[in-house]
């Protein structure tokens, strides 16, 4: 399946295998050179159609200029001073401006990455509620350090080799029409396992912190639940005391037409964790909770960088802007999925997502069709579009929210005409 690289190209892959630990996989051979808007170039000057935004990153694409110029004159006053130690006044107005967005007063902890939210929220949730359990669910992704990876399970190798992983903890099927426990209705299904099976044979709810999720399953498979299981979900965890984090890391900061996928789900969790978009493609992440929840006491909790300044710098800019995006991101996954939803071909399983975060499943002969999403993330990215993969073999979809009608629809043709021509 692949080609003849050039010799440029090939110099970076030998020297990328020679020097960095290959503990991840890439989809197809791109070493970018540069990027505007929702396009990207090689170190060749060929030019891509950017169809993932660095898997959901750069929410206001490559080059924005007003983070640039906001980062620029953040560099001018200083790169870094410890939040967690002394104060600055732009981490007050991201914080702010962070918790407007929220439906009760908030308060925010800066992180670095979406796995140290994760990891952030469960000390909150155990700290706050005093409680050990957190129960999560299968097919979820959380992260790769210690603490979120208890949660993490969208592939097996995730996991392998590293227990024993956080203890206390239990992962319970996904309203995943899918799995066996959603044959009919998922969301009662689902929950009467919770009530009768997981309360009363495996833990008291009384010792239950938290349950943590993802609004929509990113790495999963961009698996949209029932849009009634979190608020029925919810209810029950509020008779038992037991708090709701959403997984907001690849869903929040506009991705699904709204600034977070729980506001597609008549919901309103407990805490939320963020990073990817939040940062316009510098490290920031941040849990967003209650302010009743966010009550760790001093020195229970710090990190070094978290809230870096020039990452808050391009926050802020992300979070004045992308609120103005999200009529303009509904309209544009509308046209993505009706452009799919024409694929003629007998290996296209499912097309589904909300606003910009869009898959289209493949399979053969009722199983994942690894090899046919392998033919065409490879051809699509020949042809110059960047989608990438989702669980078993999905074709996962997250352009830079900015990106343009027409150029959105060229490349959701592209990657028609590859899985037709599977």
């Not at 935004?53 to 560099?75: D, P, S, T, W």
């Not at 929040?252 to 493609?281: S, Y």
Request: net charge neutral.
């Amino acid at each position: 399946m692949s080609e003849p690289l050039t010799p440029k190209i090939e110099k970076v892959i030998k020297e990328d295998e020679e020097y960095l630990m290959q503990s991840f996989k890439r989809w197809y051979p791109l070493v970018i050179d540069h990027g505007k808007g929702a396009l990207v170039y090689d170190i060749e000057g060929k030019e891509y159609i950017d169809f993932n935004a660095g898997i959901g990153v750069l929410a206001l694409g490559h080059a924005n200029e007003k983070i640039i110029n906001a980062v620029k004159e953040q560099m001018e006053k200083f790169f870094h001073y410890s939040l967690t130690d002394f104060y600055y006044e732009l981490a007050v107005e991201v914080a702010k401006k962070l918790v407007s967005f929220m439906p009760y007063p908030a308060k925010v902890f800066y992180t670095n990455s979406g796995t140290e939210s994760v990891e952030a929220a469960i000390k909150i949730a155990r700290g706050h509620t005093g409680r050990q359990w957190i129960i999560g669910f299968m097919n979820s992704f959380h992260g790769r350090t210690m603490g979120s990876l208890a949660f993490t399970s969208s592939k097996a190798i995730q996991r392998k080799s590293f227990s024993p992983l956080l203890p206390s903890t239990y992962l319970i099927p996904y309203p995943d029409k899918r799995n066996p426990l959603c044959k009919e209705d998922c969301t009662n299904q689902l929950l009467s396992f919770i009530e009768d099976w997981l309360f009363k044979k495996i833990v008291d709810p009384s010792e239950i912190a938290a349950f943590i999720a993802e609004p929509i399953q990113g790495e999963g498979g961009v698996i949209v639940p029932p849009k009634d299981f979190f608020s029925e979900l919810n209810k029950i965890l509020k008779k038992y005391g037991i708090l709701l984090i959403l997984d907001e890391v690849q869903t929040g900061i506009g991705r699904t037409g709204k600034m977070f996928a729980f506001e597609h789900f008549n919901v309103e969790p407990d805490i939320i964790t963020l990073a990817k978009a939040i940062g316009g493609g510098l490290p920031l992440g941040a849990v967003v909770g209650r302010k009743e929840i966010m009550d760790l006491p001093p020195g229970s909790h710090a990190n070094t960088f978290g809230g870096n300044p020039l990452a808050l710098a391009a926050a802020k800019v992300v979070l004045e802007e992308v609120p103005k995006l999200l009529d303009h991101v509904t309209n544009v996954g509308r046209l993505i999925m009706d452009e799919l939803k024409e694929t003629r071909s007998p290996y296209l399983y499912e097309v589904r997502g909300l606003g910009l975060f869009i898959a289209a499943e493949l399979r053969k002969g009722g199983q994942p069709y690894t090899e046919g999403l392998e033919k065409v993330l490879y051809n699509s990215f020949k042809r110059g579009v960047l989608p990438i993969g989702a669980g078993e073999s999905a074709v996962r979809i997250e352009p830079p929210l900015i990106i343009e009608e027409e150029l959105a629809k060229k490349g959701a043709r592209i990657i028609r005409e590859e899985i037709e021509k599977l």
